[in-house]
Structures are given as structure tokens and as C-alpha cells.
């Protein structure tokens, strides 16, 4: 049996993903991507405090394969949680551009803890990258499903550690509705 993994994450993301156990699957979830119909929420931890606490960020990032050429993302954010020049924030893609979040982060002033491309501050350089694919919602045959992650054990530790404690769930209608 084989599976088609359909939602792509960077290697050091922590989260959920997408995998269709078919063919069918992988189309539909295809299409939904393609139509932005698949909402993805991320929560990061990063290091610094963006000017405004929420907002939508449009940037143009450099195409990968082709430098010369460049995309518009589309982010929306809030920031639930700022301590000690901390900030846990979510993150909702309405683009999907390779290192979309890590560069709008980076771009806000405030660079993921532990992102060894974009965070060239070296305070936390030995954490994990604190970036996590914490919901997923998408509608199939008028059916809704909604996922949501567990943080991962660094993830926690390091809001213990720093005595970060936020609510996440409660936040989530603010991207949902969007």
C-alpha cells in the first residue's frame, strides 16, 4: 500500500501533516490546496515582538528555483503571548510559499527561535525550531475536519522554562473566520 504525503513542511517543523491513502484523496486534497480551502494555523515561538500584535503581512519572497523571480504570501498573525522579549504567535498561511512563516518572522523583527537560515541572532542557536503545524481544517463532501496537534516536548519545556504560559485554542476562531 502506498500513501501520497499532500501537505509539505520543512524538515525541522514539528506538526501535523497530510497523507491520502489514495489517489482520490491526494486530487481532492490537490484542489483544496490549489483553492486555499485547507486552513492551516501554525504556532510559533520567536524571539523578539512584532510592531503590531495582529495583523495580515503581504511579502514578496524569491522563488527558489528561479531567483530572478518573485511570489506574493499572504500571513495573517497574532501574537497571544509577549514576555522577555519573547512571542508566541500563530501564524495562519493564506499562500503557501517555501518558508513562508520563517521569512515573514524574520521580516516582523522577531525570527523563530531556533530557525539556524533566519534567525541570525545567536541566543537561543542550540533550541529546536519552535514552529509548529498546529491545526488543520478542510471540508470533504460537505463533512468538516479539524486536527490539531500536540506540542512537541521542546516546545513545551521551552515555554516552562521561560514561564510562558498562553492559551491557544481560544484564538483560532480569529483565523477561521478569515
Do not use: M
Not at 515561538?45 to 531567483?67: A, E, F, T
Request: overall charge positive; hydrophobic content about 35%.
Amino acid at each position: 500500500r502506498s500513501y501520497n504525503l499532500d501537505h509539505r513542511l520543512d524538515k525541522e517543523t514539528s506538526g501535523l501533516l497530510l497523507i491520502a491513502k489514495n489517489l482520490k484523496i491526494t486530487k481532492i486534497f490537490g484542489k483544496l490546496f490549489k483553492e486555499q480551502k485547507i486552513k492551516k494555523i501554525y504556532l510559533a515561538i520567536c524571539q523578539g515582538v512584532p510592531k503590531n500584535l495582529n495583523s495580515l503581512v503581504k511579502l514578496g519572497i524569491i522563488d527558489k528555483r528561479n531567483s530572478s523571480n518573485t511570489s506574493q504570501s499572504v500571513t495573517k498573525y497574532k501574537v497571544l503571548k509577549n514576555k522577555q522579549k519573547l512571542s508566541v504567535i500563530l501564524f495562519r498561511p493564506l499562500t503557501g510559499k517555501t518558508h513562508q512563516l520563517r521569512i515573514v518572522s524574520k521580516h516582523l523583527n522577531c525570527p523563530i527561535i531556533g530557525d539556524k537560515k533566519y534567525n541570525k541572532q545567536r541566543k537561543y542557536n542550540l533550541e529546536k525550531l519552535k514552529l509548529n503545524a498546529y491545526f488543520l481544517q478542510f471540508i470533504i463532501n460537505n463533512k468538516k475536519y479539524e486536527f490539531k496537534s500536540k506540542l512537541p516536548n521542546h516546545i513545551d519545556k521551552f515555554l516552562a522554562k521561560n514561564k510562558i504560559n498562553t492559551v491557544i485554542d481560544n484564538n483560532l476562531n480569529y483565523f477561521l473566520n478569515f
